[in-house]
């Protein structure tokens, strides 16, 4: 393993800009992508702001600002690159100082970061309460905590993850969803087809999809199927709510105190007795 810290940090604060109350101190930051021979890019955004677009061509770059309310602290927000294999791991971090545990009320730290990425990799974006984005890879997934990502045109598999933030997803080539938590995800124009392991008390909302949608398990959440153009499959639902409008069939395997409407379903239905 490797560790690349070339072009780092950029450290000269500039002058606070009069009119932007949230960063009285920047300092710029850039980081140019070692991509040789990278198949896999891993983004972790943790409580800062990453927005990326995939691009062809091989230089690539993250660039951006460090904000905060104290001079002292810029020089401990930092964006990193690390080799771990034909994986790239960008980090977009606040790295710990006894100055930066004060960080309440009118204090903070934090970067501000867009850039371009290889339009044929897998694009990763770890998501911790900050917001991610992501347009126009070839493959993606989001694993969101409390915070927000943003995947749009994203031509081959998405893979999602959410436990009480928000994921919004316009265009995959099919979508797998392993859990959502308390959080939503809303996914639309799917390609493929859309695979859900579980949805706790959250919500998922689909609106578009070319292939079969199954849904393992559905909590207190619910779940919005609609414009399904394959077979609707719902392993089982708790006390939530499964609406579908528009498939070519509906199967749910057991109901308990929840609900399942549908309408416009071409095939059969298939529900059973609530327990």
């Given amino acids: 393993m490797r560790i690349i810290l070339t072009g780092l940090l950029l450290l000269t604060p500039l002058a606070a800009l009069a009119n932007d109350n949230n960063c009285r101190h920047s300092a710029p930051r850039e980081l140019v992508l070692d991509l040789a021979g990278v198949k896999t890019i891993r983004v972790e955004t943790h409580q800062h702001d990453v927005h990326l677009r995939a691009a062809p061509g091989g230089q690539h770059a993250v660039r951006g600002r460090a904000c905060a309310s104290k001079p002292e602290w810029l ?29 309440f009320g009118n204090n903070y730290a934090w970067l501000d970061l867009s850039g371009s990425v290889p339009d044929d990799v897998l694009v990763q974006l770890v998501v911790g309460s900050g917001d991610g984005s992501l347009e126009g890879a070839a493959a993606a997934s989001a694993d969101v ?36 938590g308390s959080g939503d995800i809303k996914a639309r124009n799917v390609g493929g087809a859309v695979e859900v392991g579980s949805i706790g008390s959250g919500d998922f909302e689909l609106v578009g999809a070319g292939g079969d949608v199954h849904v393992g398990s559905v909590g207190s959440g619910d779940a919005d199927l609609r ?12 006390s939530g709510d499964v609406d579908v409008r528009g498939a070519a069939s509906l199967s749910v395997g057991s109901i308990g105190s929840g609900d399942v409407s549908h309408r416009d379903v071409r095939g059969t239905v298939d529900l059973p007795r609530k327990r």
């Fill in 75 to 103: 020089a401990g927000l930092t964006v990193t690159q690390e080799r771990k294999g034909d994986t790239l791991v960008v980090r977009a971090r606040r790295e710990a100082q006894d100055s930066l545990s004060s960080l």
């Fill in 145 to 180: 905590g409390s915070g927000d990502a943003k995947l749009r045109g994203i031509r081959g598999p998405v893979t999602a993850k959410v436990g009480s933030g928000d994921v919004g997803i316009d265009g995959a080539g099919s979508l797998k969803v392993l859990s959502v």
């Fill in 227 to 238: 414009d399904v153009s394959g077979a609707v499959r719902v392993d089982s639902v708790g």
